[in-house]
């Protein structure tokens, strides 16, 4: 636990590695360990990689992850302001309060959900798959035809090699390698570790930032006031639970928060000039949405997150299938994953807050050391999965097409969760149709499932019906 | 802790400057992937209508969903080279200067020899001489220091998953000779 929160603040801290290229590169290390410790130690490296991101923000004013963003707005006017110590003691406590209430509300719900979603059958596991596409679409913030594009490209790209329901190959072109299907993780990787570095390389790569060493006192002192900003971290860990468990995500709940936050203030010009509670807000949202991400993956097999999609990954690579199955067939791996959620939290907070002069002190590494290196761990990960060449050509080949698709702003997020669920939507249509002899009709055929499949295709329109609806209420 | 604390300061030996020519414009980048991917998706939608995109008694044929899902994947970029060229909405600042893509291709033409030399060499050795070469050459740091770094690292790499965890990498004539 203590090497996976380690390796996992060092890849926050990294600019050029964030939570899903950390949890996808390091992957391979933990397949030979028994799935417990191994998610375990995945799970570390992602609360890790949460914490380090808030090093760089506040320090360097680069943030590590773009979800610590909002945290450089006040983050970083406090290190000027030679109260670095106070604003990472602020961030990381924030962190820890924020993920406890997520950790707290899985606890809580995910066995009520699951066992919920047990009386579940094909048309309603459709239906669910359906409204995560369609949410996709409906709410995400980049241009509509762009996520479109990325999420039909993830679910072909899902369906190459053999047809799991009747055996046939499809879009493999002859080609032998392809007939295994084009690896998920693999793609992972690609898309965002290779690409990553080249984004990186085509940056400025100087820094310049602030040293700091945490006292005691210090971290007393912020704790002491923890209890006047009550409201914003509650109103922050609301925002993030509410966006991790839908599409939503840790960058738009740590910017909604902050911002909030400044809305709610009675002194809104003091924002962006070093006020802890810039910190508190983002800091806070972001860790509970990266965290309560993680329930509806664990309680249904739908991942709210790309890092959860990558762990939902590696959970399959280890022959547990995610899904309400999950909590009556593997009672003890989701419970040992449970408390080592909260474990984590724990040591991971008193680690960064005894460590950070080191971490910090890992940004002196000059960047043209550390991108061989990842290269490297990248094709030791894509060559590990499936033992395959062919897997490491791939590899650069989605490098390639992750940087093109960043820089034209296609979001990446949409295929990454289109290739994990593809092939299971594709089977609980099938199935659904194969159980009602091909009419559609089975997807309202009772209210559980009419309901879901209408809300999916609301959100699908949600743009145009949000446009009408005003158009209606300005007469 | 008052008084500002001591900085942290790292260099990078060339970094980009600001002015340098465009390569490539925003728009022309945007027009050509959407094209690419417009000839992936045909090609798919074609692949899979040959597979069988009917309707069967049990349900769809194999080819049925990625034939639709080619024909959404068309449409959505055919209505974005449309927009791109009937109307002006699309951004056009530059996609990628000269001087960054001489620092892009600084890792990605390394990263390609690597894949290449993995072949015959291994990855472990290709691996020393990536991480050596890349340091030394690009990052302009004292030859031994590269050349320790990168065989610290790809030993220890060795060591981890070779010897410690049993995940077996592709190997070469070294790693022969040492009776792995």
């Given at each position: ?44 490296i ?9 090093i ?17 707005f ?12 106070e604003?990472?003691?602020?961030a ?19 066995p ?13 596991f459709?239906?669910?798959y359906?409204?995560?596409f ?10 509509k035809?762009?996520?479109?594009i ?7 790209i ?30 992972v990787?690609?898309?965002f ?13 100087a820094?310049?930032g ?25 109103r922050?860990?609301?925002i ?9 995500g ?14 709610f ?21 972001a ?9 509806p ?7 709210g997150?790309?890092t ?17 199955l ?9 419970w ?7 474990l984590g ?10 460590t950070?002069?080191?971490?910090a ?8 050391a550390i991108a061989?290196?990842?290269v ?31 820089k ?30 091909g009419?559609?009709k089975v ?17 699908l ?7 009408a609806l ?6 | ?13 060339d970094q ?8 490539a ?11 690419l ?15 069988g ?6 349900g ?7 034939f639709?899902?080619s ?22 600042g530059?996609?990628?200067t ?12 390394p ?6 030399v ?9 691996s ?33 998953f070779e010897?410690?965890?049993d ?14």
């Open positions: 636990m203590m090497v996976g929160l380690t390796l996992g603040i060092f890849v926050g801290v990294l600019p050029g590695l964030g939570g899903p290229n950390g949890v996808a590169i390091l992957l391979p290390l933990t397949f030979t360990m028994d799935p417990t410790s191994a998610i375990v130690m995945l799970s570390c992602y609360w890790g990689a949460l914490f380090g991101g808030a760089t923000s506040i320090l360097f004013n680069i943030p590590g992850e773009a979800w610590s963003v909002a945290t450089t006040d983050g970083y006017p406090m290190a000027q302001q030679g109260k670095a110590a604003a990472l003691t602020a990381f406590t924030s962190s820890f309060i924020g993920s406890l209430v997520a950790v707290l509300l899985i606890t809580f719900l995910a009520l959900i699951a066992d919920f979603a047990l009386k579940f059958g094909p048309p309603e459709f239906s669910v359906f409204l995560t369609c949410s996709f679409v409906g709410l995400g913030r980049e241009e035809h762009k996520t479109i990325s999420m039909a490209l993830g679910l072909i899902a369906g190459i090699g053999m047809d799991t329901v009747s055996g046939t190959l499809r879009m493999t072109f002859g080609s032998n390698e392809l007939l295994r299907g084009v690896n998920f993780l693999v793609a990787i690609g898309l570790g290779i690409s990553e570095i080249l984004l990186t390389m085509e940056e400025r790569l820094l310049r602030h040293a700091a060493r945490i006292s005691l006192r210090v971290v007393l002192k912020v704790w002491k006031d923890l209890p006047k900003y009550w409201v914003t971290l509650l922050s860990s609301a993030g639970c509410w966006l991790g468990i839908t599409p939503g840790a960058i738009a709940a740590s910017f909604m928060s902050y911002n909030l936050a400044k809305r203030s009675k002194d809104k010009d003091s924002f962006g000039k070093g006020r802890i509670e810039g910190v508190f807000a983002p800091e806070t949202a860790h509970a949405s990266g965290t309560s991400a993680l329930l993956m664990l309680a249904l097999g739908i991942p997150s790309g959860a999609a990558i762990l939902l990954g590696g959970l399959m690579v280890w022959g547990l299938n995610p899904g309400p999950l909590f009556v067939e593997h009672k003890d791996f989701v040992g994953l449970i408390a080592s959620m909260y939290n724990i040591v991971g907070l008193v680690m960064v807050l005894t950070v002069p080191f971490f002190a890992v940004l002196r590494v000059p960047f043209a061989p290196m990842i490297v761990s990248c094709a030791i990960g894509a060559f590990a999965i499936q033992n395959a060449m062919f897997d490491i050509w791939l590899m650069l080949l989605f490098g390639v097409v992750g940087y093109v698709f960043k034209i702003s296609i979001p990446l997020a949409p295929l990454t969760l289109a290739m994990v669920l593809g092939s299971r939507a594709e089977d609980s249509f099938r199935l659904s149709m194969i159980g009602a002899n009419d559609l997807f309202w055929s009772n209210g559980l499932v009419g309901s879901i499949t209408t809300l999916a295709l609301v959100l329109f949600w743009p145009l019906i949000g446009r005003q158009r209606v209420s300005r007469r | 802790m008052s008084k500002p604390d001591a900085e942290i300061v790292a260099g990078d030996p980009p400057e600001d002015a340098s020519p465009a390569l414009g925003q728009r022309a980048v945007e027009a050509a992937t959407l094209a991917v417009l000839a992936f998706a045909l090609l798919m939608a074609w692949d899979n209508w040959r597979t995109i009917t309707w069967e008694s049990t769809p044929k194999a080819g049925y969903f990625p639709y899902l024909l959404i994947l068309a449409g959505a970029c055919i209505f974005g080279l449309a927009r791109e060229f009937l109307t002006r909405a699309v951004p056009s530059p996609f990628v000269r001087n960054q893509f001489k620092r892009v291709m600084q890792v990605f033409v990263t390609l020899l690597y894949v290449l993995m072949q015959w060499l291994g990855l472990y050795v290709a020393f001489l990536l991480i050596a070469g890349f340091m030394a050459f690009v990052g302009r740091i004292k030859p031994w220091i590269s050349l320790t770094t990168a065989l610290v690292f790809s030993v220890s790499m060795f060591v981890t010897v410690a965890f995940v077996i990498m592709p190997k070469g004539p070294l790693e022969r000779l040492l009776g792995y």
